[in-house]
């Protein structure tokens, strides 16, 4: 079985799939386990991208990358 073209997906399969939502997904990990994290490409074409920790991603598929700051720390004078 092969998989659909592209052009026969649904608008929310096609959502879903984009590099928008990855990095929407990846900013909301990102804040929630206070680390950096990135979009690699998967080469699948229902999963194109998946969001991984930061430092388990392959530079050759790494997409986009959120570094995380934490600024609730105070300064150090």
Do not use: W, Y
Request: with cysteine; aromatic share 2%; glycine share 2%.
């Amino acid at each position: 079985m092969s998989d659909p073209p592209h052009s026969d997906r649904s608008p929310k399969r096609s959502r879903l799939c984009s590099i928008e939502h990855a990095n929407r997904v990846a900013t909301r990990v990102a804040e929630h386990i206070l680390t950096d994290t990135a979009v690699v490409k998967t080469g699948n074409p229902l999963q194109p991208f998946r969001v991984v920790l930061a430092s388990k991603a392959s530079p050759g598929r790494t997409v986009s990358r959120v570094v995380t700051c934490n600024d609730d720390e105070p300064e150090v004078q």
